[in-house]
């Protein structure tokens, strides 16, 4: 039985994961200028970040998004601040034909030019045969995949390295998108990936942990994800050991629980798996 539930306000969501082994084909298609050694990412109460694409460069809002392989921007032909590679010098479309990249959006993906077509059926990726990925239950884009240069500037005034530069990030670039109201009205240009999938925005900065809080509105607007060293663990926080990923080709997060009780109703043999920044999905353990 699935069922979800709201996130908890005042959870500090500590994630601390190792990330998966990276492929070398992927490795090669990418070099990182500066690896972020503590990095201070602000966000807002909607859950977005500011990240800097392009050259010459444009700032972008995008929504965290712990349920994703893929980062996205609305594309041209779409309205508002939205991505155009046409504008940028370091923009390239990457051909399915000839790239290593494409067969790591799914290991079942078949490939056409300029395109790719997902047919695995595994809930993780949420993507259809027609080029489409969900992004939550009422949000999806379907487009390309491209890369351009992507710069991200920590919040930390004194930190020597500030600047961490990316060049060829891999993201999508959305042609068709259907959004939700308080994305549209909220000035957000697509979703960014933190799960461990190759393409995560995590994987491509090579970082091994990240952190965040989620906060009640009554504590301000805005927060910070940190990333690197700045996700430090000390005081009265504890850690929970990830578990080792049970379903194949699944890319979000597993904790074990003893427990858990809503109503004061104890519930036990729980699985807990954080699909989403808005909330967990729960799911009773069979015996």
């Known amino acids: ?14 994630l601390l994961f190792t ?34 694409i392009g050259t010459p460069t444009r700032n972008f809002n995008l929504k965290l998004d712990s349920s994703t392989h893929l980062t996205f921007l609305e594309c041209d032909p779409c309205d508002a601040r939205r991505y155009d590679g046409k504008s940028s010098t370091t923009f390239s479309p990457i051909s399915c034909t000839n790239s290593s990249l494409c067969p790591l959006l799914s290991p079942n993906a078949t490939t056409h030019d300029n395109t790719t077509t997902t047919t695995t059926s595994s809930l993780s990726l949420l993507c259809t045969p027609s080029n489409s990925c969900r992004y939550d239950v009422s949000s999806f884009s379907a487009g390309y995949l491209v890369s351009d240069t992507l710069q991200l500037t920590s919040s930390i005034t004194d930190q020597e390295n500030s600047l961490s530069i990316v060049r060829g990030f891999v993201f999508g670039c959305g042609t068709s998108n259907r959004v ?21 925005l995590l994987s491509q900065l090579r970082v091994t942990r990240f952190s965040h809080c989620l906060w009640p509105s009554s504590a301000g607007s805005r927060n910070y994800i940190r990333l690197g060293s700045a996700a ?56």
């Open 1 to 14: 039985m699935v069922s979800s539930i709201p996130h908890l306000l005042l959870l500090l969501l500590l």
């Open 180 to 200: 939700t109201p308080e994305d549209d009205g909220g000035g957000v240009d697509g979703r960014v990936s933190l799960t461990t999938h190759h393409f995560s």
């Open 19 to 52: 990330l998966l082994t990276h492929n070398s084909s992927f490795e090669d298609d990418f070099s990182n200028e500066q690896q972020p050694n503590g990095f201070f990412l602000p966000f807002e109460s909607n859950l977005y970040v500011e990240i800097t």
């Open 232 to 287: 430090e663990f000390g005081g009265d926080m504890m850690l929970v050991p990830m578990l080792d990923t049970m379903e194949t080709n699944s890319y979000s997060y597993h904790i074990p629980l003893l427990g858990i009780s809503l109503e004061e109703q104890r519930y036990e043999h729980i699985l807990v798996i954080f699909c989403g920044i808005f909330g967990s999905w729960l799911q009773k353990k069979t015996r």
